[in-house]
């Protein structure tokens, strides 16, 4: 009789006929024997609802730090409402089902309100409920704080509810279930040979979340790495006929992927909305960078790629990589340091730019990975604006309106795709 | 430094606009120095599309017994939502608000889902937040039972909630605010010169409440009434301009209402939607109307009036007053119950009654006033088919269709409407 947790998210239980169809699920796998934690977002665009709610109540485009606490209870309202419905569903089926909010389960948080973390979990009362047998449905992203309020834990945080209780409660499976089929080596709609990735490392995980794959939350991923490491799966709820049930499908997120030696990369995340910044005629040294980026932490804005080199008179040239959006801010900030400095010169600005990541256990300590990019974009005519890489990923910079080139020739050039003869034998051509 | 509880009803915080114009009005409570603890309903039609929800999820009309724990998870989510966007609303006024859960405001109840009675109210968290200066707004309508499962208190809950609040924290003052001015001798959009009863007693609200008056719940109004009594004042959320932050406008509902002598009726409250059975030719004695009511009981239909009489023939005639609902269920049981006692002729039935109570402590003792109601009554063509009394109260029942000038009679007959000279003093003609 293994312990099982399973995450729905906001699609999963957007709607009546969908959440009926995840207490089907559910039951099944409380039939087979097993005992089952289900852990929930709010129904589809709730939370947004509920967000313009406050706005328009406030008058504030974005309700400030003031309305933090408020926030919460808010928000949390929207977990209750998809738990108890799902409980329903789940009694309709004729298996006993109760909700517990995040307060109920222990969720335990620190006191920052609407970006919370979890500094414990005291999963006795879940415990108890599986115990009786009786299915256990807990409010994701929500928790009650050291202080005894509702707090929400931001971004991810259903995941990460998920990931927290599977490990409190020692469970034999952790599964994710989301509207796509599992962690894809690219997004199919882009990369029409793009496939499952069936095992995955945490590590990967966390770098293809972080570089803009939707499909789970670092942060989640991040905590099921933490010792002792929790496997987390990735499946559609959406699946339907044979094979639904199986245990085997979707991506395994695991510390031991068991990757063949000659895959190198994994999986490809692309992101949009990047611009490049080049400040020219800078003193040079280490002084210059520091102050920057300092100046630009200070204000919020996070710096993706930093270069550093001489610009053939004399002056250094510093090349950031950021998001489009903040680009006015950069913009008036390096005015402002290089004034500072005594130095800077022209500005020279690139907007339009696309982050491709490439990531994979297998580079580590393969130093031709890095040339066979660069070469594999030159040959599809990409020009690369900026590269930088980590032990276990290569970032590449190119413009936006060549992204699906480079994601083609990329995953076709670290053969991501599916073999020819697994193609041919699946009866695709 | 008053304490204040003022309760807000779903139509009070049902836009956005209402739920800044509530917290305008609890702001200059707040700034007149008193300390302010709001209950607060869900936002307007939110319970009944959570009940939607529920009834669309299970594909129950009704979900049952069964669901009742989820159904009140599902249903605490709507003040959850409401007064977190009130304390948010509040806060922009420049006051500090904090809202507090049932379960945090420490609403204890029995076990009794969907229906939960308050057994104990452990105000201390709601007392230390108005002691720091905060507005504390509770969720109304729920409540945290003695098994730690989230309970709502049904019909009339969230009245029930201020009351019981008001007397936990010994409040000052203890007022309802909802969409009409206050409680009226009879519906002014019945009653042209219907007015607003400056003061009534508790148990002569009960009455009405009961009787169909819709501006407060009888349940909170008992409540009220306990030793030691809470004097409760019903007042409109939508007056606007001069007098509008008046604490003598509306209704108090007090112990002493000091009513004049000669004051007779204080208010009236129609209700349409009865039937009346008469069943003839039963064996005459205690045990028909008994074993009738108790099989009607055991069937969960609810009677009126009951008057037995004799046939006329050697036997029993029976007349009930029942919710014209309940009639296809009271004609089976009452075929039933006449076959088993050996009896039962003819089963006559009335459709399309209105009950009218008739409501007012200074009725008590006084034997005239059952006849100066019926010759009201026949004086303007109404004829009356079935009437009780208790010591405070008549009721009659009178075709629907005349429901109106049966309310106009009695209105003008016990003197209800505003005194001559006051009415052209207030410029009304």
Same mark, same amino acid.
């Given at each position: 009789m293994a312990l099982l947790v399973q995450k729905y998210g906001g699609t999963s239980v957007g709607t009546p006929e969908r959440i009926r169809a !995840?207490? /089907?699920?559910?039951? *099944?796998?409380?039939?087979?024997?097993?005992?089952? $934690?289900?852990? !929930?977002?709010?129904?589809?665009?709730? =939370?947004?609802? #509920? !967000?313009? #709610?406050?706005?328009? $109540?406030?008058?504030?485009?974005?309700?400030?730090?003031?309305?933090?606490?408020?926030?919460?209870?808010?928000?949390?309202? &929207?977990?209750?409402?998809?738990?108890?419905?799902?409980?329903?569903?789940?009694?309709?089926?004729?298996?006993?089902?109760?909700?517990?909010?995040g307060s109920q389960a222990a969720i335990i948080t620190d006191q920052s309100h609407t970006a919370a973390r979890i500094v414990d979990v005291r999963a006795d009362r879940v415990r108890e409920t599986v115990e009786k047998g009786c299915v256990a449905i807990i409010a994701g992203f929500q928790g009650v704080s050291t202080a005894r309020e509702i707090t929400t834990l931001g971004r991810g945080g259903s995941d990460t509810t998920a990931v927290a209780l599977a490990r409190a409660l020692e469970a034999d499976r952790c599964e994710i279930y989301t509207d796509v089929e599992g962690v894809f080596t690219c997004d199919p709609r882009r990369v029409p040979d793009a496939r499952i990735i069936p095992r995955i490392s945490h590590d990967e995980m966390v770098e293809l979340a972080q570089s803009g794959a939707q499909v789970m939350h670092a942060r989640a991923v991040d905590l099921g790495a933490r010792e002792p490491a929790m496997d987390i799966r990735v499946l559609s709820?959406?699946?339907?006929?044979? &094979?639904?049930?199986?245990? =085997?499908? &979707?991506?395994?997120?695991? *510390?031991? +992927?068991?990757?063949?030696?000659?895959?190198?990369?994994? /999986?490809?995340? +692309?992101?949009?909305?990047?611009?490049?910044?080049?400040?020219? &005629?800078?003193?040079?040294?280490?002084?210059?960078?520091?102050?920057?980026? $300092?100046? @630009?932490?200070?204000?919020?804005?996070?710096?993706?790629? !930093?270069?550093?080199? +001489?610009?053939?008179?004399?002056?250094?040239?510093?090349?950031?990589?950021?998001?489009?959006?903040? @680009?006015?801010r950069v913009r008036e900030i390096a005015a402002q340091v290089a004034a500072r400095l005594g130095g800077g010169g022209r500005i020279e600005e690139r907007t339009g730019l696309s982050r491709i990541a490439l990531v994979g256990r297998g580079m580590s300590g393969r130093p031709g990975v890095y040339a066979q990019a660069y070469r594999t974009l030159m040959d599809a005519g990409v020009e690369v604006e900026a590269v930088s890489t980590s032990s276990i990923s290569i970032t590449l910079l190119v413009p936006s309106d060549r992204e699906d080139d480079a994601l083609r020739a990329l995953h076709d050039g670290f053969t991501l795709g599916r073999p020819a003869e697994a193609m041919a034998a699946a009866g695709v051509h």
């Amino acid at each position: 009789m293994a312990l099982l947790v399973q995450k729905y998210g906001g699609t999963s239980v957007g709607t009546p006929e969908r959440i009926r169809a !995840v207490a /089907g699920r559910v039951a *099944r796998a409380h039939r087979r024997g097993d005992r089952v $934690v289900v852990v !929930v977002s709010a129904m589809g665009h709730t =939370t947004d609802e #509920l !967000v313009e #709610l406050a706005q328009t $109540v406030t008058g504030a485009p974005n309700p400030g730090a003031e309305h933090a606490r408020e926030m919460d209870m808010l928000l949390s309202a &929207g977990e209750r409402i998809s738990m108890a419905l799902l409980a329903m569903a789940i009694c309709q089926e004729g298996v006993e089902a109760r909700s517990l909010t995040g307060s109920q389960a222990a969720i335990i948080t620190d006191q920052s309100h609407t970006a919370a973390r979890i500094v414990d979990v005291r999963a006795d009362r879940v415990r108890e409920t599986v115990e009786k047998g009786c299915v256990a449905i807990i409010a994701g992203f929500q928790g009650v704080s050291t202080a005894r309020e509702i707090t929400t834990l931001g971004r991810g945080g259903s995941d990460t509810t998920a990931v927290a209780l599977a490990r409190a409660l020692e469970a034999d499976r952790c599964e994710i279930y989301t509207d796509v089929e599992g962690v894809f080596t690219c997004d199919p709609r882009r990369v029409p040979d793009a496939r499952i990735i069936p095992r995955i490392s945490h590590d990967e995980m966390v770098e293809l979340a972080q570089s803009g794959a939707q499909v789970m939350h670092a942060r989640a991923v991040d905590l099921g790495a933490r010792e002792p490491a929790m496997d987390i799966r990735v499946l559609s709820s959406f699946a339907q006929g044979a &094979g639904q049930d199986d245990p =085997t499908r &979707g991506t395994l997120i695991t *510390r031991d +992927p068991m990757v063949h030696e000659d895959q190198v990369v994994t /999986g490809l995340a +692309p992101a949009r909305g990047y611009a490049k910044l080049i400040a020219h &005629g800078l003193p040079r040294g280490m002084r210059t960078p520091t102050e920057l980026l $300092v100046a @630009l932490a200070d204000a919020g804005v996070s710096v993706d790629m !930093v270069t550093e080199a +001489p610009d053939g008179q004399g002056g250094a040239l510093l090349q950031l990589t950021v998001r489009e959006d903040d @680009l006015p801010r950069v913009r008036e900030i390096a005015a402002q340091v290089a004034a500072r400095l005594g130095g800077g010169g022209r500005i020279e600005e690139r907007t339009g730019l696309s982050r491709i990541a490439l990531v994979g256990r297998g580079m580590s300590g393969r130093p031709g990975v890095y040339a066979q990019a660069y070469r594999t974009l030159m040959d599809a005519g990409v020009e690369v604006e900026a590269v930088s890489t980590s032990s276990i990923s290569i970032t590449l910079l190119v413009p936006s309106d060549r992204e699906d080139d480079a994601l083609r020739a990329l995953h076709d050039g670290f053969t991501l795709g599916r073999p020819a003869e697994a193609m041919a034998a699946a009866g695709v051509h």
